[in-house]
Nanobody, 125 residues
Framework: QVQLVESGGGLVQAGGSLRLSCTASGRTFRRNAMGWFRQAPGKEREFVAA????????YYADSMKGRFTISRDNAKDTVSLQMNGLKPEDTAVYYCAASTTVAYASRFPGTYDYWGQGTQVTVSS
């Protein structure tokens, strides 16, 4: 059974930092793109960041540029999201996603075939 399991969410004050991690099991995604999305209450799921199979290419939503950094460790089948300068509007459930067909970083949810269960990030003002 293929699983993506996120960890690292929590409660942080505005301006603080969190590091999310996502570990794949059941198969490897070392040759595939991985990404992070988020969904706030009452809003649609939105793209956060994506990374190509070898980590050489990354892609961020405009509001995350300069604050968030996506990285991956293919030896551990893990993708991480370092979030700095957090704002209350970053409060959301964050989801890890993995593609089985695409190697390049993509912002489109349809690119991804597997999703984690999500981890809550809450930023207090």
């Amino acid at each position: 059974q293929v699983q993506l399991v996120e960890s690292g969410g929590g409660l942080v004050q505005a301006g603080g930092s969190l590091r999310l991690s996502c570990t794949a099991s059941g198969r490897t995604f070392r040759r595939n793109a991985m990404g992070w999305f988020r969904q706030a209450p009452g809003k649609e799921r939105e793209f956060v960041a994506a990374i190509s199979w070898a980590g050489g290419s990354t892609y961020y939503a405009d509001s995350m540029k300069g604050r968030f950094t996506i990285s991956r460790d293919n030896a551990k089948d893990t993708v991480s999201l370092q979030m700095n300068g957090l704002k209350p509007e970053d409060t959301a459930v964050y989801y890890c996603a993995a593609s089985t067909t695409v190697a390049y970083a993509s912002r489109f949810p349809g690119t991804y075939d597997y999703w984690g269960q999500g981890t809550q990030v809450t930023v207090s003002s």
